[in-house]
């Protein structure tokens, strides 16, 4: 198996990694479940245009309020024509900042999960959201824990990253387990 390196991260490869998420799936028997971070919903939608409904998609996109107050980023068009493709979306608080953001932008210094997303960051951004959205899918009952997945995540806009992991609920986070990098930027 081998896997693809972007030269950065971005939108730029959106295609391309959707292309070898399709590829590593046609090697896979065992995969049933992709979960997407796709803000505005099109990087999901492109995915199911490249792979159809072989597999499971979960959309993940940012909580209201991210971007600003009382705010979606997912339009409700787009939300109902993911629905009418199969395809659930969560709206949840990001697992790995959530309230402690609240509490550090507040009052400074850090929190535990702070640490842990540094850490996935140090592989890559992308990692640190794949982690993250199968932590929050997990937790909202829309993929199974301790089954293999793929998780797809970017930095900003459009996914530049994709593993295979086995996803945990957030009270048992360090049981979440990375098993294959299918594609991620080299800087």
Excluded: W
């Amino acid at each position: 198996m081998n896997i693809t390196y972007f030269e950065k991260e971005g939108e730029d490869y959106t295609d391309e990694l959707i292309q070898a998420v399709k590829e590593r799936l046609e090697m896979s028997n065992n995969i049933d479940n992709i979960v997407i971070a796709s803000a505005s919903g099109k990087s999901a939608l492109k995915l199911y245009e490249a792979i159809g409904e072989d597999v499971k998609i979960t959309n993940v996109t940012h909580h209201s309020g991210f971007n600003g107050e009382n705010k979606l980023d997912i339009s409700e068009e787009m939300l109902n024509n993911l629905e009418e493709k199969g395809i659930k979306t969560l709206i949840g608080l990001h697992a790995l900042s959530g309230a402690n953001r609240g509490i550090t932008n507040k009052y400074g210094g850090y929190a535990p999960l702070d640490i842990v997303s540094d850490t996935l960051r140090m592989i890559s951004h992308g990692v640190k959201v794949a982690c993250e959205i199968a932590v929050m899918a997990s937790d909202a009952g829309m993929i199974p824990v301790g089954k293999e997945i793929i998780a797809i995540g970017g930095r900003a806009s459009g996914v530049d990253t994709a593993v295979i992991l086995t996803p945990a609920n957030a009270k048992d986070l360090f049981n979440l387990k990375i098993h294959e990098i299918i594609a991620m930027p080299r800087d």
